[in-house]
C-alpha cells in the first residue's frame, strides 16, 4: 500500500475553532493499492486510538479535537473492515476535523497517527 510510504493528511494553517464543525475542514486521504496477485475478498481497516464516536481518531496532543473518517461519504468506524470489491476502483477514504463535545480545543499544530491496513480473507 502506498509504495510502504507514510500517508499525509494537512488541513492547512488557517483553521478557524468556531468553523470545525461546519465540515469546512475535509480533506482526501490519499492511498493507493497494488496487489501482484488476485485476492477475491480484500478488505480495509483503520487502526487508532478511537475519538468520541465510533469512526473518529483522538488527536492526543489536543484536547477536544478529533478526526473523522468516511469510506465513499460514508462513517468509516476504527477498527472495522469494510471490503474492496475491486482493485481498479479504490474505495474514496475522507478525514473531517470535527470538536469532541463540551471542549474547546486550544489553537496550534497538531497531528495524530493510525494505520490503515488491507488484508484478505
Do not use: W
Not at 478557524?16 to 497494488?34: A, C, F, H, N, R
Not at 475478498?41 to 487502526?47: G, H
Not at 469494510?82 to 473531517?96: C, K, R, V, W
Amino acid at each position: 500500500m502506498n509504495n510502504n510510504e507514510d500517508i499525509y493528511v494537512d488541513f492547512g494553517d488557517d483553521i478557524v475553532i468556531g468553523q470545525i464543525d461546519s465540515g469546512k475542514y475535509t480533506e482526501t486521504v490519499p492511498y493507493d493499492l497494488t496487489c501482484d496477485s488476485q485476492f477475491d475478498e480484500l478488505y480495509i481497516v483503520f487502526e487508532g486510538v478511537k475519538g468520541e464516536t465510533s469512526n473518529s481518531l483522538k488527536v492526543a496532543d489536543t484536547p477536544g479535537l478529533n478526526i473523522k473518517l468516511y469510506i465513499d461519504n460514508k462513517p468509516m468506524n476504527i477498527g472495522s473492515q469494510y471490503e474492496i470489491d475491486n482493485i481498479q476502483y479504490l474505495p474514496s477514504l475522507t478525514a473531517e476535523l470535527a470538536l469532541a463535545n463540551g471542549i474547546r480545543p486550544i489553537g496550534g499544530e497538531f497531528s495524530t497517527a493510525a494505520t490503515l491496513t488491507v488484508g484478505y480473507h
